[in-house]
């Protein structure tokens, strides 16, 4: 079966760090782009930072130089670790699959939540 | 404010015919493809169409999709109920070395 899994969201406090996962599952992970896409509560949904299959790396403006975005193929694993996080970045976060490069993401996770608060 | 404008809201009851906009400008939809996203309530999104206007296998054809110019529209006919739910627009903004923009989303109910 297909499937994405994050881990790592939690509670943390303004300035701090948080590193996100994604472990995938049935497909051959090395050969895809990959996203994360954030929905605060009650919110829309807002891109954050892709990577794709080669390893170039595109941002969000307003994260830029604070998350980073990677991947692990040995491990099919996706990674964002977020810096200097602030009360704006509280939202879940979804990792996706985008198969043709083209930004539709055919296969979402089912999201961690980040909290930033003191 | 998200770069792409969507309806906050849109209605319809079973049977009938609804259509979602999604206006844009010429650095995103004006020349780049759109994509759409259902999210059922405490789901994560599924994607609905992609090119403008192709549907992901599985997808029934009740749902189609279009783009003219700056603008796209997703159309649902014979509406039912398990289509209530949000949904979204995406395309590539090639401004500030470029992004993903999504929709604010429209929120449909069946009546």
């Known amino acids: 079966e297909v499937q994405l899994v994050e881990s790592g969201g939690g509670l943390v406090q303004p300035g701090g760090s948080l590193r996100l996962s994604c472990a995938a599952s049935g497909f051959t992970f090395s050969s895809y782009d990959m996203h994360w896409v954030r929905q605060a509560t009650g919110k829309g949904l807002e891109w954050v930072s892709e990577?794709?299959?080669?390893?170039?790396?595109y941002y969000l403006g307003s994260v830029k130089g604070r998350f980073t975005i990677s991947r692990e193929n040995a491990k099919n694993s996706l990674y964002l670790q977020m810096n200097s996080l602030r009360a704006g970045d509280t939202a879940v976060y979804y990792c996706?699959?985008?198969?043709w490069g083209s930004g539709a993401l055919d296969i979402w996770g089912q999201g961690t939540m980040v909290t930033v608060s003191s | 404010q998200s770069v792409l404008t969507q309806p906050p809201s849109a209605s319809g009851t079973p049977g009938q015919r609804v259509t979602i906009s999604c206006s844009g400008s010429?650095?995103?939809?004006?020349?780049?493809?759109v994509n759409w996203y259902q999210q059922l309530p405490g789901t994560a999104p599924k994607l609905l169409m992609y090119?403008?206007?192709q549907r992901p296998s599985g997808v029934p054809d009740r749902f189609s999709g279009s783009k003219s110019g700056t603008s796209a529209s997703l159309a649902i006919s014979g509406l039912q109920s398990e289509d209530e739910a949000d949904y979204y627009c995406?395309?590539?903004?090639?401004?500030?070395?470029?992004?993903?923009?999504f929709g604010g989303g429209t929120k449909l109910t069946v009546l």
């Open positions: 996706a699959r985008d198969p």
């Open positions: 990577i794709g299959s080669a390893g170039d790396t």
């Open positions: 995406a395309a590539w903004d090639e401004s500030l070395n470029g992004f993903w923009v």
């Open positions: 010429s650095s995103n939809i004006g020349s780049n493809t």
């Open positions: 090119s403008n206007n």
